[in-house]
């Protein structure tokens, strides 16, 4: 994962001469000897060693972001780290520390397409929302499931297609229903205390603040609201748009410490698999203070970033997951968004849910495979 390595000779790149980065028209990035070597002794044209793209040696250019890397690092090659400025007497709780697989809960059969988890940090108990005949399945923290609900159906509680799940510290399970276009809370045994159908286009993602409102993203609406609810009596108190203009968000997190909201937004394609995500990262207040697409984490990566689900660890760091990498990543707390520490690069398959207990472990909800797999710090 070294950015300062040509990806052909495996030589740390210099600011002159036959080490210096260059971007090949594809985008890909060479030292420039081995751009001269690929282009044989008459130096006119080369394939990219990655994708084949074909490309004149004079046709490549100076990549300015490693340069200017090379250059705040200095003669004597510090880390990156430091280079970004992040380690002013902060590195040490900075960033967190790795995370080792605990407890892997569900697969095919008990779990069917699942699309969103969630945390009581009160009792520590999981709640997840899959694809099956009752959507929400519950489970103990030590992984025995406690409970089925949310029937498959057309009644006023049923759920047609769950597509996340959050629970409010008043232990209460609210589910967005893409079937309907609700958002639908029941109490852990089961019971639907309210269903808010009208106002919405597409409630996509949610997240509860430590006050039990419900934050939502509406994906059509490109939206961001604030549901204000006594569940216990199942009377809706209000429900708030507090930002718009937002492209296609789904994944939101509200920090508990400090209650800024972070949000993933899918932008528009152009062209066929070209899609492409970007964190917003927004004050309690929801000034926006942060954000990083795709092409800019690329820039502090060297593969393509797609991000599929978001939360807040204890300490109040955004931690994303990447189904292009297949890991689970630490970008940083808002005021030093973003650094790149990957928290779990292997053992995934296409994780697309995210949330923290109580006692800190980190719980990932991994598609690919149908499962829940929880894991501890280091």
Not at 56 to 85: H, R
Not at 244 to 252: A, E, M, N, T, Y
Not at 318 to 337: N, R
Request: with cysteine.
């Amino acid at each position: 994962l070294n950015l300062l390595e040509c990806r052909v000779c495996f030589e740390r790149y210099g600011p002159a001469g036959q080490r210096r980065p260059r971007n090949l028209l594809c985008g890909h990035v060479l030292c420039q000897g081995c751009v001269w070597a690929l282009g044989g002794p008459e130096r006119r044209r080369l394939e990219c060693p990655f994708c084949r793209r074909a490309c004149g040696s004079a046709e490549t250019s100076d990549c300015l972001p490693l340069l200017q890397l090379l250059e705040l690092l200095g003669p004597d090659g510090g880390s990156v780290s430091s280079a970004l400025g992040r380690n002013d007497g902060r590195a040490a709780g900075s960033v967190p520390a790795g995370f080792e697989l605990r407890l892997s809960l569900g697969g095919w059969g008990s779990l069917v397409n699942p699309t969103g988890v969630a945390s009581c940090r009160r009792s520590g108990r999981l709640a997840v929302a899959h694809d099956g005949k009752k959507r929400i399945h519950v489970f103990s923290p030590s992984g025995f499931c406690l409970q089925r609900f949310g029937e498959r159906g057309d009644a006023g509680n049923d759920l047609k297609y769950p597509l996340d799940v959050t629970i409010t510290s008043d232990g209460h399970v609210v589910v967005t229903d893409g079937g309907d276009r609700s958002v639908k809370a029941f109490d852990f045994e089961g019971k639907g205390v309210l269903a808010l159908r009208e106002g919405f286009c597409l409630p996509w993602g949610l997240d509860a603040t430590p006050d039990s409102e419900v934050i939502v993203t509406d994906s059509e609406a490109g939206a961001l609201y604030r549901l204000t609810a006594d569940f216990k009596t199942g009377k809706l108190k209000k429900c708030q748009m507090i930002w718009s203009q937002l492209i296609s968000p789904r994944g939101v997190a509200v920090s508990q410490t400090s209650g800024a909201v972070v949000v993933i937004e899918h932008l528009k394609a152009q062209e066929l698999n070209s899609g492409s995500t970007r964190v917003k990262i927004f004050s309690a207040e929801m000034d926006l203070i942060g954000q990083m697409d795709s092409f800019g984490l690329n820039l502090l990566f060297p593969s393509k970033i797609y991000t599929t689900a978001v939360a807040f660890d204890q300490e109040g760091r955004v931690i994303v997951t990447d189904v292009g990498s297949q890991a689970v990543i630490c970008l940083g707390k808002p005021e030093e968004f973003p650094i790149f520490n990957p928290l779990i690069s292997h053992g995934l398959s296409y994780p697309v849910g995210l949330t923290y207990t109580a006692n800190n472990s980190l719980v990932v909800l991994d598609s690919g495979d149908h499962s829940i797999k929880i894991y501890s710090s280091t």
